[in-house]
DNA sequence: GGAAACACGGTGACTAAGTCACATACCAGG
DNA sequence: CCTGGTATGTGACTTAGTCACCGTGTTTCC
């Protein structure tokens, strides 16, 4: 019972809260939801790392984004209300801790609580325009860019663990193409490239 | 007074709210709202159509989705929450109306109404799945597809007034590409081409 | 330990799409 | 009927995606 957005509920409801939800841990590669699944209720991520994406019927994927400790999954709330099934898939990443918010209560919240409504709206806002920037990145910048911005930022003591087919897929290209950006950034003495691991980034 | 999210509303709420609002004309080319612009309140389409677009850095354009009779714009909906300015562009293409829900209003009546925060969530699901839609097509589907599945559904009698440009704009891609696309279609006897007009579709 | 199966990466050849430059065609207003 | 602005056509080139195939590490299983 740590996620932020619990803590602005009103006292009453806040006692249902502890009372009934469960924390329920999300280890590495778990699925919290896969196409076409309905909702099953709101997950709120106390923890960990959880990547949501989308295959293509050509069995193309793109990581559309991220959630981290204390997001909530918007994407579900959609479902929720229209009762159609997920679009994308969700997985584990990084494990953690999660807490699965049934309808009835999520409802109940968002009628007690301004908090509760302001959070969850807000939530929704910044993945809206997580979204508008995909799209426009993958429509319009060009691949060698954005593998650099992401080499860049997801960097780690200038070092990244990934297969070229894992980056094809957070971009949404394919591995050949990955490969060989890859490969001309190495000629270029700006990487050093080894089987699932580069390394010497900027 | 005839947006149908409005009639959810208990009577006093729905007093106020026929006192206080005024439709609004939308004529064809008003701009909505730009990027950058902070959000003045939650627009609710009456009828007439608006598209929402981005527009890149290298000047290339496209369309994310379009709002109808009975609309909201979800994506202000983000804007009030944060503060922060819009990222897209809204413009009239057939004229219509609109009432302007200001942010204190907005707050009352999703604090009101059950029937009026499920609509608002429904309406944000739908658009993110939209926008999910569109991440999905842009990154994987091919170019001659794209353009003749939006022939084929924006076609009028078979026929549609457009610009090679705002085709592009449309699909997110160039003039050129749309020209040599269409030229194909009509050296294949699918199309037939005249100055900003395309015939004999399907 | 060794063979087979698998995962990962490299690369050539080709197609699709985007960019740049410029030519041509159409149309409205003087 | 000339002219400037808008719309379209097209060649040449670059970037990206696809297909096919290879080689090389790794793991598994006998």
Redesign the pocket.
Known sequence: MKHPILETLPPLLRQEAEKTLRTMPLPVGQVLFSPGDPCGGLPLVLGGSVKVQMTAV?G?RIVLYRMGANDICTLSIGCLMSGRGHRAEAVVEESGEAIMLPRGLFDRMMAASAAFRAGIMTSYGLRLDDLMLLVEEV??R???ERLEQWLATRANQGEIHA???DIAEEL??????V?????ELERQGRVV?A???ISGIK
Chains 1, 2 share one sequence.
Request: zero cysteines.
């Open positions: 050509s193309n429509a319009f060009r691949m060698d297969t070229h087919q949404g290209t394919a591995r050949e193409v490969s060989r950006l890859l490969k490239l089987r699932g691991r």
